[in-house]
Structures are given as C-alpha cells and as structure tokens.
C-alpha cells in the first residue's frame, strides 16, 4: 500500500502544480487586461507609443461614443474610401487617354515630317532634273540623211538655186 500513497502522493503534488500554473496565468491575463486600461498613450511628435518620450504628452484615447456613432462613422469612412476609389480609377483612365492621344499625335507628326521630307527629295530631284534639261542643247528630233529616203521620210523639197545671167 505504500506504493498506492506514494502514486497519490505525486499525482496531488502534479495536479497542485498544474492549477498553480493556470491560477498564475489567469492572473497575468487579469493584470494585463487591467494595465492596458490604466496604460497612457503618448504622443511623440507625430508618432503615437505606449511608452513614454522626451517632450511628449500623453493622450486620452478612450472611445466614449455610442454602437451606433461607431457604425455611422465607419460608413462614413466607407463611403469616402469608395469614391476615392471611384476618382482614382477615372483619374487614371483619363490619364490613359490623354497619354493614347499624345501618342498619336506624336505619330502623325512623324509620318507628316516624313512625308514632308519625301516631298523635298522629290522636289528637289525634278529641279535638279529641269536644271540639266537646260543646259543641254535639244537634240534634234528629225534625221538628216541624204537622197531619196529624206524626201520619202517628209521633209521639206529643197530649192533649187536660180542661176543668174551674167551682164556682159
């Protein structure tokens, strides 16, 4: 029997251990809970810590409103996030258009320098074309042969020279 009592023995001494671990947890729960209710928030310039800083000061945080401001303020802000959104995307889709027509813009401009450009080369070529036209003799376009076959081509009969009498 004295091995029963020592197996209860160790069996209360765990089961005492095991609820003065939960009894301690409990309590670390229960003061944490109670040091965040009493805790300070602090305001550091711009920053907000739950610690304290050199020239802050402390800030009341405490939401004394009721369910329903809570809810009304949340839509609210819901509502705001909604149509900011509703903005960006136009802003965005005006932003995409306006950057379309620059594009655009910018390729019928390049297609008109070219064309332009074109038109110069061409310009120019015909100019330089009439230029050498003119200061070449013209050819001529009729062929001078002799005998029969010119007068059978159409030319023009020849005259013949009259012979002057002589005065003696």
Excluded at 29 to 40: D, K, L
Excluded at 77 to 95: F, I, K, P, V, Y
Excluded at 104 to 117: F, G, I, M, T, V
Aim: charged share 40%; aromatic share 2%; proline share 2%.
């Amino acid at each position: 029997m004295s091995e029963k009592k020592k197996e209860k023995e160790e069996s209360r001494k765990t089961a005492s251990k095991a609820a003065a671990a939960m009894f301690s947890i409990a309590l670390g729960i229960c003061s944490a809970g109670a040091y965040a209710q009493g805790a300070s928030t602090w305001r550091c310039g711009n920053v907000y810590s739950d610690r304290p800083c050199e020239g802050g000061s402390t800030v009341k945080v405490d939401d004394r409103r009721s369910n329903e401001d809570r809810r009304a303020a949340d839509a609210g802000t819901r509502n705001a996030q909604t149509q900011a959104d509703r903005m960006e995307r136009n802003r965005l889709s005006l932003e995409k258009a306006a950057h379309d027509r620059d594009q655009r813009a910018a390729r019928e401009a390049r297609s008109a320098a070219l064309a332009e450009k074109r038109l110069a080369i061409a310009e120019q070529k015909e100019r330089d074309r009439a230029r050498k036209e003119a200061g070449e003799p013209r050819k001529s376009s009729m062929s001078f042969t002799s005998g029969q076959s010119a007068k059978a081509a159409g030319d023009a009969p020849e005259r013949k020279k009259k012979k002057r009498k002589s005065a003696d």
